[in-house]
């Protein structure tokens, strides 16, 4: 069993939203500069967080991402399961069919055991106490305010709308009439 880059980068860039997350809304593109991790890479892992409503989106100026639910109620577990990590130490895939011919290896309970203790000690570990250890080693987190919309002096320049077709089949269409 190993852990990927998958599950690794979810938790690292997870305790960099948390750390950062008082000052607002946070920044994939943010969170990768810090965290040197791609921001494809992290928009993908993201999605995921989301759709497992581990972290929310702010769309618009200012916006980025937020956890989902408090610090504390965030595990490890959580995070690598939403991105897909696969926790599984058997070679079978838990299938009991390790040897091909549907059955066990000698060492399927041993592996077995790994997974129950590997998701036991996962879960056991909160988002929050992760924070508070980063905290303690003395990461320093800036703080910024929120920024605040400020209102502007120059006037609004609306776009110049072109009532024109904008693909040979509109030109086609407008012909024929």
Sequence with gaps: MRLTTKGRFAVT???????????GPVTLAAISK?????LSYLEQLFGK??????VESTRGPGGGYSLGRQASDITVADIIVSVDEPLDATHCGGRENCNGGGGRCMTHDLWTTLNARMLEFLQSVTLQKLVDEQSGKGVEVE???AAKRAISSAPVVKPI?????????????????
């Design 161 to 177: 709308r072109v009532k024109a077709p904008n693909s040979v089949f509109a030109l086609g269409g407008m012909v024929n009439k």
């Design 143 to 145: 703080h910024k305010p």
């Design 13 to 23: 860039a997870m305790i960099d939203l948390a750390l950062r997350q008082d000052s």
């Design 49 to 54: 967080l989301r759709r497992n409503d581990l």
């Design 34 to 38: 810090r965290q040197d991790i791609s």
